[in-house]
């Protein structure tokens, strides 16, 4: 059974930082892309990072591009967001996904599993 566990989200103030954690298991995902998404109450769920296969690829959203930071360690089939500086407006609940190409990918529809998400809330 495939299975991706998000943490380390929490509350945190405006300016803040927080790292979160994805834990593969099931199987390996080291030649697959692996996403970060988040969804904000009554909004739908966004894009926010992607790394391909190897980690030498990566694409963020416009709005946490210079602020968050995708990384993996293939090794542990894990996937990591490092958010920095962290704004209200992040707050969501993020979501990990593991993609169904090796290559970046930004559509939801890309993804095949996905974690239960995790809670940020920022205040201000």
């Known amino acids: 059974q495939v299975q991706l566990v998000e943490s380390g989200g929490g509350l945190v103030q405006a300016g803040g930082s927080l790292r979160l954690s994805c834990a593969a298991s099931g199987r390996t995902f080291s030649r697959d892309s692996m996403g970060w998404f988040r969804q904000a109450p009554g909004k739908g769920r966004e894009f926010v990072a992607a790394i391909d296969w190897s980690g030498s ?18 090794a542990k089939n894990t996937v990591h967001l490092q958010m920095n500086s962290l704004q209200p407006e992040d707050t969501a609940v993020y ?26 809330t920022v205040s201000s």
Do not use: H, M, N
Request: aromatic share 14%.
């Open 57 to 74: 690829s990566t694409i963020y959203v416009d709005s946490v591009k210079g602020r968050f930071t995708i990384s993996r360690d293939s």
């Open 95 to 120: 979501y990990c996904a593991a993609g169904r190409l090796p290559t970046v990918l930004v559509e939801p529809s890309s993804y095949e599993y996905w974690g239960q998400g995790t809670q940020v």
